[in-house]
Nanobody, 122 residues
Framework: QVQLVESGGGLVQAGGSLRLTCAASGRSYTNYEMGWFRQAPGKEREFVAAVSVSVIRKLYADSVKGRFTISRDNAKNTIYLQMNSLLPEDTAVYYC???????????????WGQGTRVTVSS
């Protein structure tokens, strides 16, 4: 079992930066790939980024490529999402997820956090 808790959301102006954190607990944390999703008001949840257990493999949605960076610190049971050059369309609730690579990319990860809200003002 893995428990995930996101933090770091908030209100920021367009062009600004935020760093989201997802703290994981549970003995099997390092067995899972990790990822971030987001859901904007009135829209479906969408994939943002994923990172493998080894941290070697990373994948980004086209909409955030070059602006967001996902990272992972297995010693701290934590993953991060550094978000730069934020746009109003990045406004959403951001969720952390853990499972196998294919299930994360497919949006059907087994474990999810409660989400952290990011609001980008224009």
């Amino acid at each position: 079992q893995v428990q995930l808790v996101e933090s770091g959301g908030g209100l920021v102006q367009a062009g600004g930066s935020l760093r989201l954190t997802c703290a994981a607990s549970g003995r099997s944390y390092t067995n899972y790939e990790m990822g971030w999703f987001r859901q904007a008001p009135g829209k479906e949840r969408e994939f943002v980024a994923a990172v493998s257990v080894s941290v070697i493999r990373k994948l980004y949605a086209d909409s955030v490529k070059g602006r967001f960076t996902i990272s992972r610190d297995n010693a701290k049971n934590t993953i991060y999402l550094q978000m730069n050059s934020l746009l109003p369309e990045d406004t959403a609730v951001y969720y952390c997820t853990a499972d196998s690579w294919d299930r994360i990319i497919g949006g059907v990860g087994k474990f999810w956090g409660q989400g952290t809200r990011v609001t980008v003002s224009s």
